[in-house]
Nanobody, 121 residues
Framework: QVQLVESGGGLVQAGGSLRLSCAAS????????MGWYRQAPGKQRELVAL???????NYADSVKGRFTISRDNAKNTVYLQMDSLEPEDTAVYYC???????????????WGQGTQVTVSS
């Protein structure tokens, strides 16, 4: 199995910054994509940012220009730099990874435990 360990959440004032980290460990053959999702109370989980193995980036419209996703391939770690935070960014942020566990074509999804981000107005 693959484990994802998240860190970096917390309480911050509007306009502030946080950086989330997610380290993947386990028998990973290849990481196809790593990303961040978030879920606010009463809302469905939504994609925040995603980076694929070929370097393609995807961001939710609501965070474009404010959030930056990056990856350290050597450490199997993905980061989410969150700047100019707004109260609307308050949510539990979940790390997600899509991986291949061996040389076959099968892909699997794993999720982190979630880290709370609270932005005060």
């Amino acid at each position: 199995q693959v484990q994802l360990v998240e860190s970096g959440g917390g309480l911050v004032q509007a306009g502030g910054s946080l950086r989330l980290s997610c380290a993947a460990s386990g028998s990973i053959f290849r990481i196809n994509a790593m990303g961040w999702y978030r879920q606010a109370p009463g809302k469905q989980r939504e994609l925040v940012a995603l980076i694929t193995s070929d370097g393609t980036f995807n961001y939710a419209d609501s965070v474009k220009g404010r959030f930056t996703i990056s990856r350290d391939n050597a450490k199997n770690t993905v980061y989410l730099q969150m700047d100019s935070l707004e109260p609307e960014d308050t949510a539990v942020y979940y790390c997600h990874v899509n991986v291949r566990l061996d040389g076959r074509l099968l892909r699997y999804d794993f999720w982190g435990q979630g880290t709370q981000v609270t932005v005060s107005s």
